[in-house]
């Protein structure tokens, strides 16, 4: 066995690749198999909790406006009156 280690090339025994380019990370155990994680169905709920969000607010904004205008137009009409 030792004789084919020295035979080799110095390009041979220098790791590159693959093999090399996270030496501190652990190697992958067996005993848990990977899951697929699947987001879909939290993308769905967060994009229905956000149109619900943008719906209140809008909903919040227009009923501000109404009595916004109904009081100006109150003050409009006591200026003028």
């Known amino acids: 066995m030792t004789t084919q280690n020295t035979n ?3 390009s041979d025994r220098v790791p590159m690749g693959v093999e090399c380019a996270l030496p501190w990370v652990p190697a992958p155990s067996s005993k848990e198999p990977n899951k697929a994680k699947s987001g879909v169905l939290r993308k769905l709920l967060a994009a229905f ?3 619900v969000v943008l719906l209140a607010i809008w909903h919040i904004g227009k009923e501000l406006y109404i009595h916004a205008k109904s009081q ?3 003050a409009d009409a006591d200026k003028k009156g």
């Open 49 to 51: 909790v956000a149109l």
């Open 72 to 74: 100006l137009a109150q």
């Open 8 to 10: 080799r090339r110095l």
